[in-house]
């Protein structure tokens, strides 16, 4: 796990001004210094290395790292093999590496580290570019392939690690962090509107290609881009199965699942420094814990966001199952008084005025996770995997009506009456006949879209038109993959830059691709039923996790108490930003509005936290990266 950077001249008059332009006082080449600014906006990526090379003269690689894997300086990046030809900057862990070293030493390849960067490199030098689809793993990386001129890019299938790039003045730079993109082109400093738009109203954010810089860009999951002295070229290498299995009962289905997850956590302990938990009171990192059990007794720590006195505090649960498996438990608490400076420096990280507030407990936790370990496994993809949102209820009851099973959806939908009662379950089914009124009407009678002024007035509250994909039959895993090319990757955006803050590497046994495409050939029916989701994950661990756990229907995921926190402490959450003085100048937002909204939300007769959350991030982004 690391942080990246580089630089590729695309055209030849470039290339050659890289090779020889006059050197500045420190002894360092134009190209070097650049590479070291990139490298010094993002230290905490990579605390325990730091390398550049220059790779002749066309293109210039950086590398931070944090190191996991053989931790000897001989695997330090940038790494190259072969006299140079192939040298590689690379972000994440490739699980499979020693399986898949076995193989290219019997093609005759030998190795002179035991990291899975030199695997990595040595894939390519095999396989080209068709490698990654060997890989099982997470991974941002950058190869330049001297012997073809060529830089070559790869993005992870699902958009764990993160690879932003730009086309600026004949040259390709890309890095972890668009902060060090900035740092040698600090014109690209230009908001997205749109982008800042769709976040504000739908929370639709790292999941398309435009980041919130105007002209700088982010690789989609899933996808390999090439740089040459041509120009840019992206290609997509991996999809979803689309076909399912119907065959298949539930009961070998439920044990095939359980045998997946256990060999996904085996290759994601693979580690040389200490391994921990992120532990709530849901059955995803329960059965994270419970079947790490079933090979594995190091007492490990877990880490468990804490709100003393909540109800939906879940800190005294996961402390009892963490001392049933013999782990060592790790409350943290999370307190109203830190959620301004922890926005401030979040935002900083996160790069845009993110939509969840769940980034606060996660920050919370990896700060608190530093000091005993480096590397903390996480539930985060399970929910959109296997129907885990209360939402799938709507459409589970769409395709029931659609093949005309009405007894089958008015069991769902009675069901849903015993969990919820009449008035959402009925709102919740509503959805499935699509959207009633537009989202804009929908806010207007809400009282939040007259709030915003300016550029963001009127601004898209979609998603763009995305490219055709091969269709799904069954309509319940039609919208997982929605899910999981959409929300999802919005969640692993912050996942992976709080983690990084922290200099953590967060590994996420869900999200292993033979899983993934597993779980995508079962029915629908087996994941969500009996107004359940995640139904065929509580079936294949029922032997292993506890029945309080699985049958335990008041989880609410990452709750924040912020709506509280902005009625009862306005002075020290809301007004230092909104309120300020900058903010009213910046045109924004309508200040007599935004006054009226905030005044009605404090008097308790409507709830605009979320919104009232990210009218701060929004100020705070434009406070950090545009003033």
Known sequence: MCGIAGIFAIDDATAARNLTCDAPPDGQSPLAGEL??????????????????????????????????????????????????????????????????????????????????????????QWGPDCVRRFNGMWALAIYDRTRDVLFC??????????????????????????????????????????????????????????????????????????????????RYWDYPTEVDTNITPADAA??????????????????????????????????????????????????????????????????????????????????????????????HLEAPIHTPAVLPLWSIMRAARPKVTVLLEGQGADELLAGYYT?????????????????????LGWELRRVGPRRALLLAGRAAGPLWSHRLFRQLRGDESVYRGPLAGGPADEPPLPNRPPIADRLNASLRQQHEGRLVDLLHYGDVISMAHSIESRLPFLDHRLVEFCFRLPGELKYRHGHGKAILKQAVRGDVPAAVLDNRRKLGFVVPIARWFRQQPAETIEPVLLSERCRDRGLFDAARLQRALAA??????????????WIMTELWFEEFID
């Open 36 to 125: 070291n600014r990139m490298l010094d906006t993002m230290p905490y990526r990579g605390p325990d290395a730091r390398g550049i090379d220059l790779c002749g003269g066309r293109a210039g690689l950086g590398h931070l790292r944090l190191s996991i894997l053989d931790l000897r300086p001989e695997s330090n990046q940038p790494f190259a093999i072969d006299d140079g030809q192939y040298v590689v900057t690379y972000n994440g862990e490739i699980f499979n590496y020693v399986e898949l070293r076995a193989e290219l030493e019997a093609a005759g390849c030998t190795f002179r580290t035991a990291s899975d960067t030199e695997v990595l490199v040595r894939a390519y030098a």
């Open 154 to 235: 790869s993005r992870d299938r699902f958009g764990i690690k993160p690879l932003n790039y730009a086309v600026h003045r004949g040259r390709f730079l890309f890095a972890s962090e668009i902060k060090a993109i900035l740092a040698v082109a600090p014109e690209l400093a230009r908001p997205n509107y749109a982008s800042l738009s769709r976040l504000l109203r739908a929370s639709i954010g790292a999941r398309l290609e435009e980041t919130c810089f105007d002209s700088i860009k982010r690789l989609l999951p899933a996808h390999n881009l090439t740089v040459s002295r041509y120009g840019v070229k992206l290609e």
């Open 255 to 348: 044990e095939a699942l359980r045998q997946h997850l256990i060999e996904s956590l085996r290759l994601r302990m693979r580690s040389d420094v200490p391994v921990g938990i992120t532990l709530s009171g849901g059955v995803d990192s329960s059965s994270i814990a419970c079947l790490l059990r079933t090979f594995c007794r190091d007492p490990l720590e877990t880490f468990t966001a804490s709100f003393p006195g909540e109800s939906f505090d879940e800190a005294p649960a996961a402390g009892r199952l963490a001392e049933s498996l013999g782990l060592h438990a790790n409350p943290v608490p999370v307190e109203a008084r830190e959620l301004l400076p922890a926005l401030r420096e979040i935002v900083r």
């Open 392 to 412: 799938n209820f709507a459409t589970v009851v769409a395709d029931r009506v659609r093949r005309g099973r009405l007894r089958a959806a008015a069991e769902e």
């Open 601 to 614: 939300h404090r008097a308790g007769r409507v709830d605009l936290s979320n919104n009232i959350y990210r």
